[in-house]
């Protein structure tokens, strides 16, 4: 479903996706991991052009863009086709809930309010935050920020959702209804790539893991090949590192 070729990105003269090449399939949750610096966060926001790729191919579904000379309507079109949780929530301060969720809607998507409306209400419910629809960020915790964040890419309905560290920012004790939450919209087959440090849910949820260093991808497999025979020794270092 998406196809990744090619990809190359740099700032300035540091390379920091040197030919990134990937397939992801449709329903997969795919973890991507690596040692901070190697380039996980910045393919994920090439992939919607939050950051501008210098090369290579991107498709998701039918839709294929050249990453070199991109039009207006290309990069449109692959922004409404993936919604992004970010670290940091990303919230807008001066808006409830339930208007954060529907603002994508209403703004970008032009659905009536009525409708965006029931959509916002039926994802909040999802992640649990029914009684929290007029409450404004500052009066929840790390935790129900970030599932408002999901929720707002979920009312989207992409057809990938991209999460960058989503809990990283987190109270260790916040972090486990966060995952919770993932997990559960990962269950209804809802495509995901996941940049994280959380093993446990990599092994669990994932059906696709990444290692990447330096800009490369090292290492890709099942959640036991990587974990419990890694073939590289770049991948065996990194996990031994962090478990
Ligand atoms: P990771 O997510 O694996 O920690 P990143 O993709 O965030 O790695 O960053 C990879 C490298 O690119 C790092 O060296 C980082 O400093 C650099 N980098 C990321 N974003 C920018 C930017 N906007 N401008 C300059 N350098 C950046």
Redesign the pocket.
Known sequence: MITIQSLTKS?GK?E?LKSIDLQVQKGEVVVIL?P???????LLRCLNFLERPDGGKVSIGDLQVNCKKPSKQEIYDLRKKTAMVFQHYNLFKHKTVLENVMEGLVIVQKQSKLKAREKSVQVLEKVGLAEKLNAYPSQLSGGQQQRVGIARALALEPEVILFDEPTSALDPELVGEVLSVIRKIAKEGITMIV?THEMNFAMDVSNHVIF?DGGVIVEEGTPTEIFRTPKEERTRQFLKRIT
């Open positions: 700032f540091q920091v690596g901070s610096g190697s380039g996980k966060t910045t940049v990447m």
